[in-house]
């Protein structure tokens, strides 16, 4: 993957973030494009040595597309301004769709190099039962939360777009109640994507590996 060719390329669109100027330089992006599938494609193939059940993630549909959904969006720009993976067991990538726990990266028109395990804003239904599993087995959650590979690798749980009291049917004072009120449940990096480069692929290998633990509780979740 050439990282300074996606980023410089990336950066010019968020200048000239129009149909236009996109259409002129398709031929670029085209490239870049079929490098990025050839990243996830590798990926899957690494990650199911660890974890098997990602195994037939389709890589073309595990990337997200780079035109941008309008309909209820008031930001009018026809594109997004980085290119995005999200690798799933179940080959479904929006948590709207039932996708389950994932692991995600994104490079953006910074160069930052963002990646990701869990579960980002999942439907109601599926984040009831995801703290129903934390009240019914908060030992089993601790576990979680203590392994020393997520721990060192991540810190605590993302706390982005948490609830202010407890949701409704639990107490102030139950175990776990701060996690409880999370609406992800999510570990991330971010990082200069140039201070990868020459091991983009390691980086992110290792760094999903050390998700793991957390990927495999969430899923384990019906």
């Given amino acids: 993957m050439h990282l300074r060719d996606l980023t410089r390329f990336l950066a010019e669109l968020a200048e000239n973030n129009n149909r236009a100027w996109f259409v002129m330089n398709k031929p670029r992006y085209?490239?870049?494009?079929?490098?990025?599938?050839?990243?996830v494609t590798g990926l899957i193939r690494e990650i199911a040595r660890f974890d098997p059940a990602v195994a037939d993630c389709n890589p073309k549909k595990a990337l997200f597309r780079i035109n941008r959904d309008?309909?209820?969006s008031r930001e009018k720009i026809p594109y997004k301004t980085h290119f995005s993976a999200a690798i799933t067991a179940s080959g479904l990538k929006k948590p709207s769709q039932g996708g389950g726990p994932a692991y995600y990266f994104h490079i953006d028109e910074k160069g930052l190099l963002l990646f990701a395990g869990g579960e980002y804003m999942p439907p109601p239904e599926r984040l009831r039962a995801i703290r129903r599993r934390i009240a019914d087995d908060p030992d089993g959650f601790a576990k979680v939360l203590k392994n020393r590979r997520l721990r060192q690798a991540y810190g605590e749980l993302q706390q982005e777009g948490k609830l202010r009291r407890p949701p409704?049917?639990?107490d102030a004072d139950a175990p776990h109640i701060e996690y409880i009120k999370l609406k992800s449940f999510i570990?991330?990096?971010e990082m200069p994507a140039m201070k990868a480069a020459g091991a983009l692929e390691k980086t992110l290998i290792?760094?999903?590996?050390?998700?793991?633990?957390?990927?495999?509780?969430l899923r384990a979740i019906r």
């Avoid at 085209?30 to 990243?39: G, K, S």
């Avoid at 290792?206 to 509780?217: I, Q, S, T, Y």
């Fill in 187 to 189: 570990v991330w990096q």
């Fill in 206 to 217: 290792d760094g999903f590996r050390d998700a793991l633990p957390l990927v495999e509780w």
């Fill in 30 to 39: 085209d490239i870049l494009r079929a490098e990025f599938l050839e990243l």
């Fill in 168 to 170: 409704k049917g639990y």
């Fill in 70 to 72: 309008l309909r209820f």
